[in-house]
């Protein structure tokens, strides 16, 4: 199967090619015309019992039943998705580089010019706690998808949000324990950022302990979108890769909860619904389909499936999500 999603040579990026599990390796995912790199750690697949034990301390009803899910191997973002990362894309700022520095369009270049752009937003997004390698904050799911879909064609390899399936396995990193790191949340302090450490702003991505597969901010930092709509676990049928379509606009899940959450919230199976709430809610602004404000403690990292799925396989599964949203703006 080919590796581009877009029908284009693929960025040259070394080891970015694998044909098997056993040759996975961390990568830099270079984006064109700019000094950023997205770093890339490999995941092997597996099968794993996800949600929580009815004894874990603070559990909520909705991380069971318990059931064992199989995911296929893949690449996760080892941080955050940071400012200077998402600004390339919601300010064009490679485009802008690219006609600075005089160099020809790609076909990537081309690529991008289909994949939407976000409408100006009426303030700062980062609210003053900071940008450059601060995890990029306050955009909506469907903002993170098309970020995606952009990468995706900036790159010439298939990149989405994880689901959420991938997302606990990858947080619990061969645990079964309450966090990664084990059962005692006092020890929180060296692995995350999170109410009691914070100073109530989010903080820059990478600087505590990563789990044991090298992904940092797992816990804490910022909350982070998946692809799936909320649904109670009783109601999941798929064993292996299983995703909900999402079929309304609320609720979707985030996971890993945020600089401002409490401990219970950052535990591997702890689940969050977006609601109602999480929209634009200055009344004199419109409700943008790219941001909010209500739930400012809320980013992304990006996944990379090693069997990237067909055309077919993404319109009706991995890209697919309803009700389509317009901009109020257009």
């Known amino acids: 199967m080919a590796d581009s999603p877009q029908d284009v040579p693929p960025v040259e990026v070394p080891n970015a090619v694998a044909a098997t599990e056993a040759d996975m390796k961390p990568y830099g995912e270079i984006i064109e015309h700019t000094d950023q790199k997205i770093q890339m750690v490999p995941i092997p697949g597996g099968k794993f019992m996800m949600g929580s034990p009815e004894d874990e301390d603070d559990r909520n009803e909705d991380e069971g039943p318990q059931h064992e899910v199989e995911v296929e191997p893949f690449w996760m973002g080892k941080f955050e998705i940071t400012w200077e990362q998402y600004d390339v894309w919601n300010e064009s700022v490679d485009q802008r580089m690219r006609k600075m520095l005089s160099k020809s369009k790609t076909p990537r270049d081309v690529a991008v ?13 980062s609210f003053g706690m900071g940008r450059e390698d601060f995890p990029a904050i306050c955009m909506t799911q469907h903002a993170a998808r098309t970020y995606c879909e952009w990468l995706s064609a900036k790159t010439g390899r298939y990149y989405r949000l994880p689901t959420e399936a991938e997302w606990e396995y990858a947080c619990r990193a061969g645990t079964d324990t309450a966090y990664s790191f084990g059962e005692d949340a006092d020890e929180l302090e060296e692995h995350a950022w999170f109410y009691d450490n914070s100073e109530d702003t989010s903080q820059r991505v990478g600087q505590k302990k990563p789990n044991p597969w090298g992904l940092y901010d797992m816990h804490g930092n910022v909350s982070e979108w998946v692809l799936d709509q909320y649904t109670p676990y009783d109601k999941i049928k ?4 299983p995703l909900v379509v999402p079929k309304t606009l609320y609720p979707r899940i985030v996971r890993g909860g945020g600089w401002d959450d409490d401990p219970e919230v950052l535990r591997s199976a702890a689940r969050k619904a ?18 909010h ?4 403690s809320v980013g992304f990292r990006v996944v990379r499936p090693l069997n990237v799925p067909s055309s077919e396989a993404r319109s009706t599964k991995w890209d697919k999500t309803e009700p389509e949203q317009k901009d109020p703006e257009e």
């Open 113 to 125: 010019d289909g994949v939407s752009k976000p409408t100006e937003p009426y303030t700062d997004m």
């Open 274 to 291: 977006s609601n109602e709430d999480w929209k634009q809610q200055d009344p004199q602004e419109p409700k943008s389909i790219w941001y």
């Open 293 to 296: 404000t209500d739930a400012l």
């Open 238 to 241: 798929e064993t292996l890769n």
